[in-house]
């Protein structure tokens, strides 16, 4: 798995057309759920059930890709049952960014044992598409799995109103449509199409002849016994019928049509007489049905009664004529009787080489339909939407003001405002994504074009770009009202990553209209770092939005202990900070000194005048430090609390002293420093650490937490980390932040935290640590079993024992040995039964060096439970 790059084509195993190798993968979770390595797999979950979970990237295995997914997903791709088996404990009910579940993908491919380990936890959901396990198998024509899935997810329609039995009928799979048939027969999608259309329109005579048999299907499209016998092509029950020409279908369709989508030339013969020159509801006449469908030969009979004023460009692009079209090609322009360019004509026949000299792709991947669409050409759209709908381009256009990265014709027209346009490519390309997740509901959002706005909402309200925006958002951001009107109540409440809301957005950017529409909905939310709307309104001194806000918000403080008034004296706002004065309280804004207000100015003179001052603190139990700190002032923060000689900054210090509010301040400012030389504080000795290994190694669990993000897994020039800091003295709540973002670090020597806890008797750190750390060894083959024994902790041995018991060290040492050596009596009987037996690199046993050491009370225990020498 890559992250946010497509899946690419590497050595190794063939699966398709790609080749995967371990390195292809984000963890070696998912490699081995490849491989199929269900015993590896099991492993995995039990040592290290971090690597359990979504991971960013891509992963295309066959003609499937996968996009931030699950180990799971991958098993289900591959049909490994038994490692499904052991992974759908731990993953169900997960979902990849395309909103599909592993369910999904064995469904997808056919793996009935997958299916029936999966159906309880994850049947009856749907992807971003709303397709559901049963839709994509009866797509893929999968039977036995449709059989499975049909009693738990018959009926459930997509967006459209596309069902299961639409999906098997669309594709012939005819054996699944006999088993939906009964379900779901009968039901229309949100054109009115029932499953025989879909059949019908593709050609599946074996599908129509099933869908048919039904009672009332061919009714409720609008099939008389005339079109019924003109698509099977009986030339008889057409002659008994034709009392019933001239009908049209629930399309438009007649039977002539039909006929010559068919390719049915006898039918069409006795029926051009009488239905000639009729269109469907799409402005196509049967010779355009004929073309469409490579009937050439009825397409020439019929274009002598439908092919008046025909250019000969149009006809050589009817015919996929490619040398004439490059001969008539200065006539692309001209417009038959029906308003018809030969570019209408080709798309309709679908040559697609034909469209791509009449109106090239560019070098950027801009289709002839994305011109269209830019155009707002509805006829051309509509003839060109089979061949190039779903492209995406593979530059970017700027409309306006803002790019659409290999966007579609959709997001074009969208960001265009053509709403009619948009209304045909709805059916192709509705859902779909620009490079930077933008979606033509996105775009139509942040240009302010609200009838766009309405056809897209259904479909794709609710989603996020790539960095967390949603359509609402940009309508906001933008100050498009109407737009925002229309999406407030799908998407209203909704946070960025950041927690960011609509009305902050609003708010910034100072859209007075907007704040009224959002704020009875959105008020008083927070982002993630406690700021409000009114803060952000502060922030960039929007007077006006600042007075709407106030009733909601006023009073509340950030994460940072600042409130609205804060915000505007730092970033130097007179006009908003005298407003939001009026309306706080006086002890509130009286309490801050002259220097207090210089640090948060970054007034450097000022401070200098005052520095006597800076020990007191406001209402708010801030000191001038603090409030330089939340300005970002890094000079002030020097001149308040300097960088001693030898590297020792304000933030250590705050850390030595466990204030918390002074930590979380300057994290931002001195997070990552290390002190450049060594100093004693109490008994500890710092030897050019960071503030994280110092609130480790004295125990203050709240300010770990604070520094973790910026500081973790850092290390000192020997190797020491935070966690290790914290297991040497046994800070068992340090250690518990820690352990997962620096557990199995090991500092110079080789040495763990679970090496430093066994070392110095930390029982509970040993306890907590021995599941990641476990059976590591130091660059002396030393395990942490051999260092507590070594050392004489019988309880540090007892835990140890049945994970790292019987391991050897740098020539063959053990534990026991170790316990031997330096006469620990009650470790030795301890390790006696696990390893008496074992001998070292120069065939000495445990026994041999207590002998050699005079040991005697451990010779005696050795001896006495039948120890052996290698004498």
Same mark, same amino acid.
């Given at each position: 798995?890559l ?6 084509e ?15 993968f984000?963890t070696?979770l ?18 290290q059930?971090?690597?359990?979970g979504p ?6 295995i066959g003609?499937?890709?996968i996009?931030?997914?699950?180990a799971?997903?991958?098993?289900a791709v591959?049909g490994?049952e ?9 993953e169900n ?19 009935l044992e997958?299916i029936?380990l999966?159906l ?8 971003s ?5 049963l ?7 999968y039977t036995e799995?449709v ?5 738990e997810?018959g ?11 639409m999906f ?13 048939l009964?379900?779901?027969?009968g ?30 299907e061919?009714d ?6 005339l ?5 099977f092509g009986?030339?008889n029950?057409?002659k008994?019928?034709?009392h019933e020409k ?8 007649t ?24 269109k ?21 009979l ?6 008046s ?9 009817a ?17 038959n009787n029906?308003g018809?360019?030969a570019?209408?004509?080709a ?12 109106d090239p792709?560019?070098?950027d991947?801009? *289709? =002839? $339909? /994305?011109? @269209? +669409?830019?155009?707002?050409n %509805?006829?051309a759209?509509r003839?060109? !939407?089979?061949?190039? #709908? &779903?492209?995406?381009a593979t530059?970017?256009?700027?409309i306006?003001r803002?790019p659409?990265c290999?966007?579609?014709?959709l ?7 053509h ?7 709805l059916?192709?390309e509705?859902g779909?994504?620009d490079?930077?997740?933008?979606t033509a509901l996105m ?6 074009h609200p009838?766009c706005v ?6 794709e ?11 609402l958002?940009?309508?906001a951001h ?5 737009c925002?009107?229309l999406?407030l109540k799908k998407?209203?409440?909704?946070q960025r990553?950041d927690?960011? *809301? =609509? $009305? /902050?957005f @609003? +708010?910034?950017?100072g859209? %007075? ?5 959002l !704020?009875?909905?959105e #008020? &008083?939310?927070?982002d993630?770092?406690?700021w409000?709307?009114?803060?952000c309104a502060?922030k ?5 939005c600042a007075r709407?806000?106030l009733?909601r918000?006023?009073d509340?403080k ?5 409130t609205?008034?804060?915000v505007a004296?730092?970033y130097?706002h007179p006009d908003?900070?005298r407003?939001?004065?009026?309306r706080?309280?006086?002890?509130d804004?009286?309490?801050w ?9 970054g ?9 006597s001052?800076?020990?007191?603190k406001?209402s708010n139990?801030?000191?001038?430090l ?5 300005a970002?002032?890094k ?8 960088t001693?000689?030898?590297g ?6 705050a850390?030595d002293?466990?204030?918390?509010t002074?930590?979380?301040a300057?994290a931002?400012?001195q997070?990552k420093q ?9 008994h500890w000795?710092?030897?050019?650490e960071?503030a994280l290994m110092r609130?480790?190694?004295?125990g ?7 520094l973790?993000?910026?500081?973790g897994r850092?290390q ?16 068992i709540?340090c250690v518990?932040?820690l352990l997962e973002?620096?557990g199995r670090?090991?500092g110079?020597g ?8 066994a070392q110095?008797n930390?029982i ?5 640590l ?6 590591m060894?130091?660059s ?8 507590a024994?070594?050392?004489?902790h ?6 140890l ?6 391991m050897?060290?740098s ?12 006469g620990?009596t ?8 696990e390893e008496?037996?074992m001998r070292d ?9 207590a ?8 010779i005696?225990?050795?001896e006495?439970?039948?120890g052996?020498?290698?004498?």
């Amino acid at each position: 798995m890559l992250s946010d790059v497509p899946a690419r084509e590497v050595e190794g195993e063939e699966v398709g057309t790609f080749a995967l190798t371990r390195d292809y993968f984000a963890t070696d979770l998912m490699w081995a759920a490849y491989k199929g390595n269900a015993e590896e797999v099991e492993r995995i979950i039990d040592d290290q059930p971090t690597q359990l979970g979504p991971n960013k990237g891509s992963v295309k295995i066959g003609r499937w890709v996968i996009r931030d997914g699950t180990a799971l997903m991958i098993a289900a791709v591959r049909g490994h049952e038994r490692v499904v088996e052991l992974l759908v404990k731990e993953e169900n009910g997960v979902r990849d960014s395309n909103r599909k579940t592993a369910l999904m993908f064995a469904a997808q491919n056919g793996h009935l044992e997958c299916i029936k380990l999966l159906l309880e936890k994850e049947g009856r959901m749907k992807d971003s598409n709303d397709k559901t396990a049963l839709m994509f198998a009866a797509q893929n024509g999968y039977t036995e799995c449709v059989k499975l899935l049909l009693e738990e997810e018959g009926c459930m329609q997509k967006s459209g109103g596309m069902t299961a039995l639409m999906f098997a009928a669309e594709k012939g799979h005819t054996e699944c449509a006999r088993l939906l048939l009964e379900k779901e027969g009968g039901m229309r999608d949100s054109n009115g199409w029932t499953a025989l259309m879909f059949a019908a329109y593709n050609g599946h005579t074996g599908c129509v002849r099933l869908l048919c048999e039904r009672k009332g299907e061919r009714d409720a499209l609008g099939w008389t016994n005339l079109i019924y016998s003109a698509y099977f092509g009986d030339t008889n029950a057409i002659k008994s019928s034709l009392h019933e020409k001239r009908r049209a279908d629930i399309t438009g369709m007649t039977a002539l049509m039909w006929a010559a989508r068919q390719g049915h030339q006898g039918a069409v013969e006795i029926l051009f007489e009488h239905e000639k020159e009729m269109k469907d509801k799409d402005g196509n006449t049967a010779v355009m049905h004929a073309l469409m469908n490579k009937h050439t030969d009825i397409a020439l009979l019929l274009r002598k009664h439908e092919g008046s004023f025909w250019t000969p460009l149009m006809n050589a692009a009817a015919d996929g004529n490619v040398e004439a079209v490059k001969k008539y090609l200065s006539d692309k322009d001209k417009k038959n009787n029906d308003g018809e360019t030969a570019l209408i004509i080709a798309a309709r026949a679908g040559h697609k080489n034909i469209v791509e000299l009449l109106d090239p792709t560019d070098e950027d991947g801009v *289709t =002839a $339909l /994305m011109r @269209a +669409a830019d155009r707002s050409n %509805l006829p051309a759209v509509r003839a060109l !939407l089979p061949l190039q #709908g &779903g492209q995406k381009a593979t530059g970017d256009v700027k409309i306006g003001r803002w790019p659409i990265c290999k966007g579609t014709a959709l997001m074009r027209a969208a960001a265009r405002g053509h709403a009619g346009a948009a209304k045909v490519l709805l059916e192709k390309e509705e859902g779909l994504r620009d490079s930077s997740g933008w979606t033509a509901l996105m775009f139509a959002a942040w240009y302010g074009h609200p009838e766009c706005v309405e056809l897209f909402l259904e479909k794709e309200g609710g989603l996020r770009d790539n960095n967390g925006w949603t359509a609402l958002m940009f309508a906001a951001h933008s100050g498009h009202t109407g737009c925002a009107r229309l999406l407030l109540k799908k998407e209203g409440c909704m946070q960025r990553g950041d927690g960011m *809301t =609509a $009305l /902050m957005f @609003a +708010a910034e950017k100072g859209h %007075l209209e907007c704040i009224k529409l959002l !704020l009875e909905k959105e #008020g &008083g939310m927070r982002d993630s770092g406690g700021w409000t709307a009114l803060m952000c309104a502060a922030k960039y001194g929007h007077s006006d939005c600042a007075r709407l806000l106030l009733e909601r918000e006023k009073d509340i403080k950030n994460n940072d202990r600042e409130t609205a008034l804060d915000v505007a004296e730092r970033y130097g706002h007179p006009d908003c900070a005298r407003l939001l004065c009026k309306r706080t309280s006086e002890h509130d804004v009286s309490s801050w000194t002259p220097l207090m207000r210089a640090a948060a100015d970054g007034d450097v003179t000022t401070v200098k005048k005052y520095l006597s001052d800076k020990d007191k603190k406001n209402s708010n139990g801030d000191t001038a430090l603090i409030i330089a700190a939340r300005a970002g002032c890094k000079d002030i923060v020097e001149l308040l609390d300097p960088t001693d000689k030898d590297g020792v900054t304000a933030l250590m210090r705050a850390v030595d002293r466990n204030d918390l509010t002074t930590v979380k301040a300057l994290a931002p400012l001195q997070g990552k420093q290390t002190a450049t030389g060594d100093v004693k504080i109490g008994h500890w000795l710092t030897y050019r650490e960071t503030a994280l290994m110092r609130a480790a190694e004295k125990g203050y669990p709240e300010c770990v937490e604070l520094l973790l993000e910026k500081e973790g897994r850092m290390q000192r020039t020997d190797g020491w980390t935070a966690l290790i800091a914290a297991a040497k003295e046994g800070h068992i709540e340090c250690v518990k932040l820690l352990l997962e973002k620096e557990g199995r670090m090991q500092g110079s020597g080789g040495m763990t935290a679970l090496m430093f806890a066994a070392q110095n008797n930390k029982i509970e750190c040993v306890e907590l640590l021995l599941e990641r750390e476990g059976c590591m060894k130091d660059s002396n083959g030393k395990t942490a079993l051999m260092w507590a024994a070594g050392n004489g902790h019988q309880k540090c041995v007892e835990l140890l024992l049945e994970k790292e018991g019987g391991m050897q060290g740098s020539g063959g040492l053990t534990a026991l040995m170790f316990a031997a050596q330096n006469g620990h009596t009650e470790c030795a009987r301890l390790l006696l039964e696990e390893e008496g037996d074992m001998r070292d690199n120069g065939k000495r046993t445990a026994l041999d060096i207590a002998r050699q050491l005079g040991q005697k009370k451990i010779i005696a225990i050795l001896e006495g439970k039948g120890g052996t020498s290698g004498n």
